[in-house]
């Protein structure tokens, strides 16, 4: 039964800290999504990865936060440094090109910032 | 730019009671439309989709038709039971190439 996995599942840091977040799309996949989740603002998209090349990143912080795909088995969210109003959940979810609206989501990250 | 607006929830509903879960968009052109659901401590996952006008998703009891003419996509189900509870996101992906979600509505089915 494929997957996406994340890690970590949890993750508490103080502010300032350097903060990572992989992905492992399935296999095959060729669409890549990170999405953050908190009460205030919902689900909101970070960044669109297709065929491991960034076509949309523009949800994102661009002044702490970064997206890559060194490879189509690993997609990374880094915050550097980390802030208090990072703490959320963060969602990867792959999928295909073809049918892209069926996006497979991982379990999430649960960050939180102190 | 593109939005999707749904109803305030939580919403208590008794098992095999109706549901209806309110849905509205703005967006430019024709968008293709989805709802996904959301259980405790999981990630989403597509409940049912629309990709044109009068097209209507459906899938394990539930429904949704996509209304151009009131650019809303309204979710509903004859007789929910209490593995429903969960949050139910209305979203759309339009030509901005992505994907626009809604806030979510929580469901909770009491026995």
């Known amino acids: 039964d494929a997957r996406v996995t994340q890690t970590p599942r949890h993750k508490v840091t103080e502010m300032g800290q350097e903060v990572t977040m992989r992905c492992q799309p399935i296999l095959g996949h060729n669409t890549v999504f990170w999405y953050r989740q908190t009460m205030m603002q919902g689900l909101e998209l970070l960044a669109y990865f297709r065929n491991r090349a960034p076509l949309d990143d523009s949800g994102m912080p661009k002044d702490r936060f970064s997206a890559e795909m060194p490879d189509a088995t690993l997609a990374t969210l880094k915050i550097q440094p980390s802030e208090p109003r990072d703490s959320a959940v963060y969602f990867c979810?792959?999928?295909?090109?073809?049918?892209?609206?069926?996006?497979?989501f991982g379990p999430g990250t649960r960050l939180l910032v102190l | 730019g593109d939005s999707v607006t749904q109803m305030e929830g939580p919403v208590t509903l008794s098992e095999e009671a109706f549901l209806t879960i309110n849905c509205t968009y703005t967006?430019?052109?024709?968008?293709?439309l989805f709802w996904y659901v959301q259980y405790p401590g999981e990630g989403l996952q597509l409940l049912l989709k629309a990709t044109k006008a009068d097209d209507k998703g459906s899938n394990k009891g539930f429904e949704a038709t996509y209304r151009k003419e009131t650019t809303s996509f309204h979710l509903e189900k004859g007789s929910v039971q209490v593995s429903d509870s969960a949050v139910y996101f209305c979203?759309?992906?339009?030509?901005?190439?992505?994907?626009?979600f809604g806030p979510g509505t929580r469901l909770s089915v009491l026995p």
């Open positions: 967006a430019t052109g024709y968008p293709s």
């Open positions: 979203a759309l992906w339009g030509y901005g190439q992505n994907f626009v």
């Open positions: 979810a792959s999928g295909l090109l073809r049918s892209i609206e069926t996006q497979y």
